[in-house]
């Protein structure tokens, strides 16, 4: 590690994460636009978006399965290239299918960040992995949070959505150039055995936290990509409301070191399902200001999941070595994908069914998103079920975990 330029590499990693989110408050934003532009539905914006979740699957397998081999410099490039190859693509689309290859490129990219620099950070930063992935994941929402207030500026100066794509190309460039030249670890503090990364990701606690991945990826990322339909006729912006929501998350995972050692990451997951489920359940019932106070509880509900999750992997089943880490979140963003058309498809009908009664678009379109953020609010009802189960065995569970902060 003597020759590596740990800081420089870390900083490559949350700007390349930067890019990955705001692909997805970017895309977030664009929906009404695009409704306009091709006359899309909530069904096939769920299609849409839900590409770069197969994407993002297809690259963390992938860069999981050759990661012991090649390392991360080479999957860290083929992020770069997809994303620049993705956002061009979108730039230029002028009907559904070109939108739904882009979007798969974009997911690709986004995956392939994942699989090199989650593997890449616990190597480098062996003893406290998971407050460090933590540090790391701050910039998704710190992202979101970015790309979200860009959006809302780009939006009231009349820009197109696809100048707002564009943006993200600079950010790209950025993390091209910090990996150029740069020397990368190749798994020296991770297991790093195929065979035995395989052998190990077939046991009952690994399939157990996958069920898990589905259900707290799908809550945070499956309500955050229909904010503005979710949240479109609340009465409160819903770029705004994303960016108050991913800020927040962005603070507490930066801060996550001191929770993390306290509670563990086992008490910080059954907490925040806790937390979440009220949340939803809030959301469901919110207009006006209100929404603002049940977003807010919201994102500290879901603000420790994602790195949590995998930091939870890297500690208590450090055998699956960088190949864990990589399914883990390949299968959250797997089954994400597979809740968009789902979550477009109960608002088309939430909405039908509101206008078939005689209460006018506006309103069917708040009862809509309430009624399917009522909907969503059963997942983490089922968390605090499994996370409880968790919390029950946490003693034995520690006899398994390495070494910590």
Known sequence: MKDINKNRLFLA???????????????????????????FNDTQLGWMNSMAFYGFPVAMIIGGLIYPKVGPKPILWVAFVCHLLGLVLTIVAKSF???LVSTFFVGL??????????????????????????????WFPGGIVIGAL?????????????????????PTLIYGYLILGQKFPKAENIESDLS??????????????LICMGLTATTELGTGQFIERLLGAAGAPPLIILAIVTGLMAVGRYFAGPIIHKLNPIGVLLISSVVATLALFLLSQATGGMVYVAAILFSLGVMYFWPTMVGFIS???HKTGALGMSIIGGF?????????PLIGNTLDA?????????????????????????????????????????????NKLEEKRIKHD
């Open 13 to 39: 990693s949350c700007v390349a994460l930067i890019v990955t989110a705001m692909t997805f408050a970017l895309r977030a934003g664009i929906m009404e636009e695009l409704i306009v532009d091709f006359g």
């Open 332 to 340: 959250g963003m797997l089954i994400t994908g597979v809740s968009l």
């Open 196 to 209: 035995m990364n395989i052998k190990s990701m077939f046991t009952p606690l690994f399939l157990f936290m």
């Open 350 to 394: 939430e909405r039908t069914a509101a206008l078939e009664s005689g209460v006018d678009e506006q309103a069917a379109d708040l009862v809509a998103g309430q009624a399917t953020l009522g909907n969503i609010m059963w997942l983490p009802v089922i968390l605090i079920v499994l996370f409880g189960i968790l919390f029950a065995m946490r």
């Open 150 to 170: 860009l959006g809302q500026l780009m939006g009231s100066l009349s820009w197109s959505w696809q100048l707002q794509i564009a943006i993200m190309i600079i």
């Open 109 to 138: 990219a986004n995956g392939a960040v994942e699989a090199a620099c989650n593997p890449l950070i616990a190597d480098m930063y062996t003893t406290n992995r998971t407050t460090m992935l933590n540090k790391f994941h701050v």
């Open 315 to 317: 500690e208590y089943r």
């Open 97 to 99: 299918v070109p939108l």
